[in-house]
Every structure is written in structure tokens, then in C-alpha cells.
């Protein structure tokens, strides 16, 4: 008797543990369980000082600076199959969007296949909001052969397997800025569009532009600033500038809360600092990028081992406290 008592005990924590975290599509909203689901995310990629591993050493710490700033979601570029690092995570309050990569030398990855192995494997955590397949591969046609039907195509067809995996959550891409018709024939089975946007700092026209083109929630999968200035611009002088970081991340934020009858929320491009990016790993290097090059604001310059709302010691930046401003007064009103 005691045994199936045991059983009958484990088949109830399951079905309440996936009633804890059935997340699902109602229109353009993100539905966790029964309440319509805003993302307050951030990017999250800690690689220490002098490394170029990623390194979940420092989580506890991260995790109390997420919960500070009004944090709820924490968008990975790679799974990590570590169970005490997804425990750890959800006792935090925090959801995890898991991204995969195409071709990851078959650890885990879509070309292989093994991706699904790591789905069957945490698909009943609480902490999963939904998985993310690929990262602003348009533009990168070179890796499939020239051309970009092969990734739509094996984009697809990785959602649909997803899909016949698990039930209980949607299935997203992160694309580099606004998805063509083209695009969007293919990949029918995307629940969620992410975007990388980068259009200085207001990313409005998109929403519109989206609402146009498709009925799917989509949410801003990269946006943000660095604090580095390669040139004086805009009034923000040249070097390290906290302020410019600030003052656009504020736009940013304020125009993606303020557009949620099509923007499902955003992850920040992010959490800490990366060394590892632009140079020698054991300094903080100016990235390489000509000024004007991009619409990053304010230099039109990627500085890339200056986007962190804290440093590599987890000390605070300027931007810190307007993501915090921002994600703790923001409420879904849609």
C-alpha cells in the first residue's frame, strides 16, 4: 500500500507542478496560467573576468540584483542542463526563456537533433516560460548555404518538434529585426516572434509594423544600449558614459510598456558586463565597431563589452536603476 501511495504522491506533485507552469497563447498576450504574462527580462550570458566560459558561480548574487530590479525573466542563449542552476532560478521567481543554437557541434543543438533531448528532460520544470530557437540567424545566410529557406525550413521544423514534445509551452525565435512575408510563410509553427531591435533608442515603429503583418505575440528579444562612447554625440561625450546607456535605456523601456496591445515585453541586452567579447578577457576593451555603423544609440557604435546593467563586479550602473524604475512600476494593461 505504501508503494502506491508513493506513486499516487508523485503523479499529483507532476500534475501540480505543470499546472504551476502551463504557459500558452491568448491573442498577442503570453498566458501564464490563468494571468496575461509581461516580460521584464534580461539578457543573461555571465562569463567571469579573464574567462571566456560561461559561469553560473555567481548566480546568488545575480539572482538578488534581477529580484531588486523588478526582473521576472531571464533570456538564455544556450541551455543549461544543470538542475540545481534551474532550481535555483525558480526559487528566485524568475523565468527562464532557453535558447538553442543551429549548429553547437551536436551538444544540444537543432541541427543535430539533440535539442529535443533536452527538452524531454526539463519540459515539466516550473521555471521554463517557453524555448527559443535560433538567435537573428537572417542574417547570417552564409551558414546555410547562401541561402535563408534552409534555416526558415529546419527553423520549422524544429518548432514542430518541440510541439509534439511538449504541450505545455510555446515555442519562439529570436529574429533580427522585423520578419518578411517570407519568413513568416515558412515558419507557421513560431508561436512567438522575438526581435533584435536596435533603432536607436525608440523601437515604436515596429509595433505598428508587426501589427500589420501578423495576429502573433511578439515581444523585443534584444534591446538596449552599451556605456561606452566611441565618439561625443548627441550631446554624451566620448568614453565610458553611464548616462547615455540610462537615458536610452529609459526610452526604450517606456516605449515598449507603453505598446502592449502588440509587444509581449522585453529582454534587455544585459544583465553584466562581457570581457570576453572585443579583446583581451582579463580588461574591458572598447569594441571595433566604426561610429555611425549601427542604431545603437547614441555613437551608432556595439561596444560589446559595455552592455551590462552591472559591471563585471556587479556593481551598479546608472542603467540599473532605470531598468528598476521602469519594471517595477510596469503592469500589463492589455
Not at 209 to 229: C, R
Request: charged share 20%.
Amino acid at each position: 500500500m505504501n508503494r502506491f501511495l508513493c506513486i499516487a504522491f508523485l503523479m499529483i506533485c507532476f500534475a501540480c507542478n505543470q499546472k504551476e507552469n502551463l504557459v500558452s497563447i491568448s491573442g498577442r498576450n503570453i498566458v501564464l496560467n490563468d494571468s496575461v504574462y509581461l516580460i521584464k527580462g534580461i539578457c543573461y550570458h555571465p562569463v567571469p573576468k579573464g574567462s571566456k566560459q560561461r559561469s553560473f558561480e555567481r548566480l546568488e548574487q545575480d539572482l538578488a540584483l534581477m529580484n531588486e530590479a523588478g526582473i521576472n525573466t531571464i533570456r538564455l542563449y544556450s541551455p543549461v542542463d544543470d538542475q540545481a542552476v534551474w532550481d535555483q532560478i525558480h526559487k528566485a521567481g524568475i523565468k527562464i526563456i532557453v535558447g538553442f543554437g543551429y549548429n553547437q557541434n551536436g551538444h544540444f543543438d537543432i541541427l543535430s537533433g539533440s535539442f529535443a533531448n533536452f527538452i524531454n528532460k526539463y519540459k515539466s520544470h516550473p521555471a521554463i516560460l517557453f524555448w527559443e530557437l535560433g538567435n537573428e540567424y537572417n542574417y547570417h545566410p552564409e551558414w546555410f548555404d547562401g541561402d535563408l529557406k534552409n534555416w526558415y525550413t529546419a527553423l520549422n521544423q524544429a518548432a514542430q518538434k518541440v510541439h509534439e514534445i511538449d504541450k505545455h509551452h510555446p515555442v519562439a525565435t529570436a529574429h533580427g529585426e522585423l520578419p518578411d512575408s517570407f519568413a513568416l510563410s515558412i515558419c507557421t509553427d513560431i508561436d512567438i516572434w522575438g526581435m533584435n531591435v536596435y533603432r536607436w533608442d525608440d523601437p515604436t515603429g515596429i509595433f505598428g509594423k508587426w501589427k500589420s503583418i501578423s495576429k502573433k505575440p511578439m515581444y523585443l528579444s534584444e534591446a538596449g544600449a552599451d556605456s561606452y562612447m566611441t565618439i561625443s554625440k548627441s550631446g554624451y561625450e566620448q568614453g565610458e558614459n553611464q548616462k547615455a546607456q540610462a537615458d536610452a535605456t529609459r526610452r526604450i523601456l517606456k516605449s515598449t510598456f507603453g505598446n502592449q496591445e502588440v509587444c509581449a515585453g522585453v529582454a534587455l541586452f544585459a544583465f553584466v558586463d562581457e570581457f570576453w567579447k572585443a579583446g583581451n578577457p582579463d580588461t574591458q576593451d572598447p569594441g571595433g565597431w566604426a561610429p555611425n555603423s549601427s542604431g545603437v544609440p547614441y555613437d551608432g557604435a556595439p561596444n560589446e563589452e559595455y552592455w551590462g546593467i552591472v559591471d563585471i563586479e556587479r556593481n551598479k550602473k546608472e542603467a540599473f536603476q532605470v531598468v528598476k524604475e521602469q519594471y517595477l512600476n510596469a503592469k500589463k494593461t492589455n
